[in-house]
Nanobody, 115 residues
Framework: VQLQASGGGLVQPGESLRLSCAASGSILRLNWMSWYRQAPGKQHELVAT???????VYADSVKGRFTISRDNTKNTAYLQMNSLKPEDTAVYYCSYSEGSGDTYWGQGTQVTVSS
């Protein structure tokens, strides 16, 4: 499985960005896709997860501001990030996980929130 992430950039506080993560290869029916982030000097953090069926989980720090979704016809997950804050600045990574326990990672995409 290969993952291609896109959509990062530099925005001002309060603005929005949408990240995309397209999966290709042997996509299994039972899978979930996630976004993680890592800021300088901080641990890798789970931001949000979406299952094949559309179930979602969010980190408390992004609840109400970020929305994860997916288009199963395109094997693509999205992360809509609204009301961005400077503390959201990080490299964002998407992942694809299967019920077998295998996890695949995309390249990171930089999100910088600064005035």
């Amino acid at each position: 499985v290969q993952l291609q992430a896109s959509g990062g950039g530099l925005v001002q506080p309060g603005e929005s960005l949408r990240l995309s993560c397209a999966a290709s290869g042997s996509i299994l029916r039972l899978n979930w896709m996630s976004w993680y982030r890592q800021a300088p000097g901080k641990q890798h953090e789970l931001v949000a997860t979406v299952t094949q069926g559309g179930g979602t989980v969010y980190a408390d720090s992004v609840k109400g501001r970020f929305t994860i979704s997916r288009d199963n016809t395109k094997n693509t997950a999205y992360l809509q990030m609204n009301s961005l804050k400077p503390e959201d600045t990080a490299v964002y990574y998407c992942s694809y996980s299967e019920g077998s326990g295998d996890t695949y990672w995309g390249q990171g995409t930089q999100v910088t929130v600064s005035s």
